[in-house]
């Protein structure tokens, strides 16, 4: 059974700084690995897929890696804005045959002034 | 395109009561999957219908059930509610590839439903 870890569970930074979040997953067997972003009360918005065979993913300023043999998976953002501020969830799908997600329970990050 | 659409966004119910949430996908997306989000749990996959068919289903008990209609659009009914049901209904889609592999989901903004 997949499990999805993500640490930490919340985050403070001032604005303009670089940062990485973490997420761990202990079956390696994934399909791909999804990073989304969720604001209070909302939906999840989609930021990056990074496929099994893919090491990285890129947009705007948001990097996301892929190590399988390790089974982790990290969201870098660079140049942080208060903009930002949000719930960031990673989640895993095992089959690509099958819309499961397996979603950690996320990093509240907060980008301050 | 528009995107995922879920009515209504707000629900209350009583206990006892059943309810039912819809979503329409995006155009052209085919398959949906609908996912409760609690702050003891978080999100917690629920089902998903692709071609009008119950493809996978998590670990819930059987009064949370769904269709998927000719259209795409999905249903999702929850009988015999119970207060640990109130939580945040989120719907995905995706596209389906010819081999039968699901694209990235995109999300709705969730039904909130409180059970009172």
């Known amino acids: 059974k997949q499990e999805v870890t993500q640490i930490p569970a919340a985050l403070s930074v001032p604005e303009g700084e670089n940062l990485v979040l973490n997420c761990s997953f202990t079956d390696s067997a994934i399909y791909n690995l999804q990073w989304f972003r969720q604001d209070p009360g909302k939906g999840l918005t989609s930021l990056l897929l990074i496929q099994s065979s893919q090491r990285e993913q890129t947009s705007g300023r948001l990097n996301a890696s892929l190590d399988k043999s390790s089974g982790r998976s990290t969201l870098y953002i660079a140049a942080s804005q208060p903009g930002d501020s949000a719930t960031y969830l990673c989640?895993?799908?095992?089959?690509?045959?099958?819309?499961?997600?397996?979603f950690g329970t996320g990093t509240r990050l907060q980008v301050t002034l | 395109k528009a995107g995922v659409t879920q009515t209504p966004r707000y629900l209350i119910k009583t206990r006892g009561q059943q309810v039912t949430l819809s979503c329409s996908p995006i155009?052209?997306?085919?398959?949906v999957s609908w996912y409760q989000q609690t702050p003891g749990q978080g999100l917690q996959f629920l089902f998903e219908?692709?071609?009008?068919?119950?493809?996978n289903k998590g670990n819930f008990p059987g009064r949370f059930s769904g269709r998927q209609f000719s259209n795409s659009r999905s249903e999702m009914n929850v009988s015999t509610l119970e207060l640990g049901d109130s939580a945040l209904y989120l719907c995905a889609s995706s596209l389906v590839t010819l081999a039968g592999e699901r694209d990235t989901q995109y999300f709705g903004p969730g039904t909130r439903l409180t059970v009172l």
């Open positions: 989640a895993a799908i095992n089959t690509g045959t099958a819309s499961k997600l397996t």
């Open positions: 155009s052209g997306h085919r398959s």
């Open positions: 219908y692709f071609s009008e068919t119950q493809r």
